[in-house]
Nanobody, 116 residues
Framework: QVQLVESGGGLVQPGGSLRLSCAASGRIFNINAMGWYRQAPGKERELVADITRGGTTKYEDSVKGRFTISRDNAKNTVDLQMNSLKPEDTAVYYC??????????WGQGTQVTVSS
């Protein structure tokens, strides 16, 4: 089992920044990719960004150039720096860890609200 604990959500004005952090514990040696998903009310959960153990990143098109994902393999953490936030970024953000055998683990979710 893998446990994921998120922190860093909150309320921010449009154009502002937030940083989400996620710490993994448990059977961490099984983890390949780590990333962030989000789910807005009435919408499906979608990938925001992920990063493999080797450092390969992937971003959802609407966040490219605004969000940056980073990972510290020694500390088993993954962060998401979110800049130039827009109201449409409002959602619950979930940390994800995927093992080499493609088993997914999820954090409890953290609310990000972008509003003036």
């Amino acid at each position: 089992q893998v446990q994921l604990v998120e922190s860093g959500g909150g309320l921010v004005q449009p154009g502002g920044s937030l940083r989400l952090s996620c710490a993994a514990s448990g059977r961490i040696f099984n983890i390949n990719a780590m990333g962030w998903y989000r789910q807005a009310p009435g919408k499906e959960r979608e990938l925001v960004a992920d990063i493999t153990r080797g450092g390969t990143t992937k971003y959802e098109d609407s966040v490219k150039g605004r969000f940056t994902i980073s990972r510290d393999n020694a500390k088993n953490t993954v962060d998401l720096q979110m800049n130039s936030l827009k109201p449409e970024d409002t959602a619950v953000y979930y940390c994800n860890a995927q093992t080499w055998s493609r088993v997914n683990y999820w954090g409890q979710g953290t609310q990000v609200t972008v509003s003036s």
